[in-house]
């Protein structure tokens, strides 16, 4: 059961009914994690703010997923699990693609995002070298780092909130 509830549109604000809008517009629907944010018109606002800013960045959208079916995982986020897991088969993931980022493999940014994730950043001098060695610049860690950030955010909300899954469940 929910423990803190999604806005419905009849109790948005007419500021929250725009962004509502704008949410449905790209994605066809309003995810309940948006509804559950808004309670908070400020972390809502902080959150699409921070995810635009990111989908602007030097990751392409594949390695953003990985990114947060890896961080959904190690958080046991069902909801983030789930969502990411349908948005990854439409960024180009394959099934296997997308089971070896929930565990933080298969390529150098679910490595790294995993190795920041269960470190809580305190990753290694010889995490930071293979990170660097398997290709990945500085603007490509900073953004991994970004990310992991960015979803332990959601997953933590989730958490807390124990947000209605509207995307095909995945099982943790």
Known sequence: MTRIPS?????????????????????GMVPNLIRTLAQSPAALDAYL???????????????RERIALGVAQANRCAYCL???????K???????SIAAARQGEGNAVAVFAR???????????EDLQAA???????AQLVEIVAGVALNVLTNYIN?????????????L
Do not use: C, M, Y
């Open 7 to 27: 806005v419905t549109d009849q109790q948005a604000s007419p500021q929250t009914q725009a962004v509502f809008a704008e949410v449905k517009n790209l994605f």
């Open 49 to 63: 703010k921070f995810s635009g800013a990111l989908s602007q960045g030097a990751l392409a959208p594949a390695d």
């Open 82 to 88: 789930s969502a990411h897991s349908l948005i990854a």
């Open 90 to 96: 439409g960024a180009g993931l394959s099934p296997e």
């Open 115 to 125: 190795q920041v994730t269960e470190k809580r950043g305190a990753i290694s001098h």
């Open 132 to 138: 660097r060695a398997a290709g990945l610049g500085d």
């Open 159 to 171: 958490n807390v909130a124990q947000t209605e899954i509207d995307f095909p469940v995945v099982a």
